[in-house]
């Protein structure tokens, strides 16, 4: 019997897709219906969240991770609110009308987690930057009609405009994916004769290459690399300000209190304005100011978990404000969830505590560095 797979493109937000979808399965009547989803985002989408412990996100410190899945996800919705649908309406309409016709339902997609700690561990500093300014504004094509986002040339200029902003994080949400999905819908086609495959319509044409040329088992894209390089620039500066803090006890101890306070300031006042810009409770401010200089001295500690951990610990989130920050409609809304407002105080405090850190570090060692190095050339002449 011939084989035949259908790929149906659509805008996650677009009733016009809905309609589409709802079409072509029951037209065509496969035996099996693949979805652009993983089993957590399938579990989300049908209102089966997994429980969330606050303090293993914390020792995680996944702050930024989990923000940028809330904000993508909230701004999401806000489209579909204009448009008058649900996001993700037509995975659900895939999924029901699989189970109609008594359909295989296949989850194809990679798992969420993975994709974006490959797309934070693969960016550099600068790309994250950049990533997370357009993610906070809230679209990449601002300008486009949404009823043309199902034209083929529209769908390939957002996915140039991606690559522009970030070539890395375009390569790890779009092109990974295209290969986990098109490799999963490869075997899918070696089990039945006839698969609908409901995917984002920025995927389609990748996917459907990615088949042509053949994709070999994707074990590479489950893993996940942590570059290593930031962490052992922030040893190196850590070891850096260590030395000069010893060098300063040893041949200029009267400097060393005044090369403290401003260490112990300068980092205190950044970390603790960070946590006061995420409107933290004033216990969450002063733990991340009376700690953010000891942190800042050991790259494995970081100021948000403290700070977020007393958060957490005054404002006692549920799994309920977890469950109702994936359904928050404003901004306000979303800043005065419980579980947000911990990791949002976690996230700004490790922010403001990074730069903390670089500045305060900058300023002792071009403060004080002269004077201190003219002092241990002095005691040097005498040993």
């Given at each position: 019997m011939e084989k035949k797979l259908i790929i149906v493109g659509t805008a996650h937000v677009l009733q016009k897709s809905v309609e589409e979808v709802k079409a072509v399965i029951e037209n065509e009547k496969p035996n099996a219906v693949a979805v652009e989803l993983c089993p957590a985002r399938y579990k989300a989408l049908i209102g089966e969240r997994e429980e969330v412990k606050v303090s293993e996100i914390l020792k995680r410190g996944d702050f930024f991770l989990i923000l940028l899945q809330l904000i993508l996800g909230y701004f999401q919705r806000k489209m579909g609110e204009e448009l008058k649908t649900k996001p993700g309406e037509e995975m659900l309409t895939a999924i029901n009308k699989a189970k109609e016709i008594n359909a295989d339902l296949l989850l194809i997609d990679r798992d969420i987690t993975i994709t974006f700690k490959r797309l934070w561990g693969q960016m550099s500093f600068f790309e994250k930057l950049k990533f997370l300014y357009y993610t906070f504004r809230g679209s990449f094509g601002k300008d486009i009609e949404v009823e043309e986002m199902l034209r083929e040339d529209i769908i390939d200029l957002l996915v140039r405009e991606f690559r522009k902003i970030s070539p890395k994080a375009a390569k790890v949400l779009i092109d990974e994916r295209d290969e986990f999905m098109a490799y999963n819908l490869l075997r899918a086609m070696e089990r039945y004769n006839k698969v609908v495959a409901v995917v984002g319509a920025g995927h389609k044409k990748g996917i459907v290459e990615a088949m042509q040329r053949g994709v070999q088992n994707p074990e590479k894209l489950l893993e996940i690399k942590q570059s290593n390089k930031l962490k052992w620039i922030g040893v190196a500066f850590v070891g850096i300000i260590l030395t000069f803090f010893a060098l300063t006890a040893i041949f200029a101890f009267e400097l060393l209190y005044k090369v403290f306070i401003y260490w112990f300031l300068i980092n205190g006042i950044l970390a603790s304005l960070g946590a006061l810009i995420a409107r933290g409770h004033p216990l969450s401010v002063l733990s991340a100011f009376l700690c953010a200089w000891l942190t800042s001295?050991?790259?494995?500690?970081?100021?948000?978990?403290?700070?977020?951990?007393?958060?957490?610990?005054?404002?006692?989130?549920?799994?309920?404000?977890?469950?109702?920050?994936?359904?928050?409609?404003?901004?306000?809304?979303?800043?005065?969830?419980?579980?947000?407002?911990?990791?949002?105080?976690?996230?700004?405090?490790?922010?403001?505590?990074?730069?903390?850190?670089?500045?305060?570090?900058?300023?002792?060692?071009?403060?004080?560095?002269?004077?201190?190095?003219?002092?241990?050339?002095?005691?040097?002449?005498?040993?």
């Amino acid at each position: 019997m011939e084989k035949k797979l259908i790929i149906v493109g659509t805008a996650h937000v677009l009733q016009k897709s809905v309609e589409e979808v709802k079409a072509v399965i029951e037209n065509e009547k496969p035996n099996a219906v693949a979805v652009e989803l993983c089993p957590a985002r399938y579990k989300a989408l049908i209102g089966e969240r997994e429980e969330v412990k606050v303090s293993e996100i914390l020792k995680r410190g996944d702050f930024f991770l989990i923000l940028l899945q809330l904000i993508l996800g909230y701004f999401q919705r806000k489209m579909g609110e204009e448009l008058k649908t649900k996001p993700g309406e037509e995975m659900l309409t895939a999924i029901n009308k699989a189970k109609e016709i008594n359909a295989d339902l296949l989850l194809i997609d990679r798992d969420i987690t993975i994709t974006f700690k490959r797309l934070w561990g693969q960016m550099s500093f600068f790309e994250k930057l950049k990533f997370l300014y357009y993610t906070f504004r809230g679209s990449f094509g601002k300008d486009i009609e949404v009823e043309e986002m199902l034209r083929e040339d529209i769908i390939d200029l957002l996915v140039r405009e991606f690559r522009k902003i970030s070539p890395k994080a375009a390569k790890v949400l779009i092109d990974e994916r295209d290969e986990f999905m098109a490799y999963n819908l490869l075997r899918a086609m070696e089990r039945y004769n006839k698969v609908v495959a409901v995917v984002g319509a920025g995927h389609k044409k990748g996917i459907v290459e990615a088949m042509q040329r053949g994709v070999q088992n994707p074990e590479k894209l489950l893993e996940i690399k942590q570059s290593n390089k930031l962490k052992w620039i922030g040893v190196a500066f850590v070891g850096i300000i260590l030395t000069f803090f010893a060098l300063t006890a040893i041949f200029a101890f009267e400097l060393l209190y005044k090369v403290f306070i401003y260490w112990f300031l300068i980092n205190g006042i950044l970390a603790s304005l960070g946590a006061l810009i995420a409107r933290g409770h004033p216990l969450s401010v002063l733990s991340a100011f009376l700690c953010a200089w000891l942190t800042s001295l050991n790259p494995f500690l970081a100021a948000g978990w403290i700070s977020g951990a007393v958060e957490a610990w005054i404002r006692k989130p549920t799994m309920k404000d977890v469950e109702d920050v994936f359904k928050t409609d404003s901004l306000r809304e979303m800043l005065n969830n419980k579980f947000f407002r911990v990791i949002l105080v976690a996230a700004l405090t490790n922010l403001g505590s990074m730069i903390g850190t670089i500045y305060g570090g900058y300023y002792i060692l071009t403060n004080f560095g002269v004077d201190v190095a003219k002092v241990i050339s002095e005691n040097l002449r005498f040993l």
